[in-house]
């Protein structure tokens, strides 16, 4: 039997908007150019409309404390925060930052939600 995760769309919250400001100091509000809609996630916008390159994504998620990793990674393994759309190329940058701030059963637990999300 397959599982498959499913991600639960959300409103942002204030912390939300909050790390999405520290991730995209140039992020202006909640509504995604490319799509006319509210984000509902954190790190799929980030990577897909703020960061230029996979090193750029790299410097915007070292500006995370070890506090706001471990919120994402809290949402991430509730199906509130989505991994989907992010590219193997920044999806290892976040992995790095995970293993090295979380630890590696953290890391490899996340990676299993990766793997689910882009299968």
């Known amino acids: 039997m ?4 499913v991600f639960m769309p959300r409103e942002l ?10 991730l ?18 954190i790190l799929p916008p980030v990577a897909n409309h703020y960061a230029t390159s996979a090193e750029d994504f790299r410097r915007r998620v070292d500006r995370l404390s070890a506090d706001d990793l471990r919120y ?4 991430v ?12 190329d920044y999806y290892s940058v976040l992995d ?17 939600f990766y793997a689910m999300t882009c299968e």
């Open 2 to 5: 397959s599982h498959r995760l």
């Open 13 to 22: 919250s204030e912390r939300d908007i909050q790390l999405l400001q520290v």
């Open 24 to 41: 995209a100091p140039e992020f202006s509000g909640e509504i995604c150019n490319g799509s006319g809609m509210p984000y509902r996630s």
């Open 72 to 75: 994402l990674i809290d949402l």
């Open 77 to 88: 393994m509730t199906g509130e925060e989505s991994l989907h759309c992010i590219s193997p």
């Open 96 to 112: 790095m930052r995970i293993a090295e701030v979380l630890g590696e059963d953290i890391a490899h637990t996340i990676r299993g």
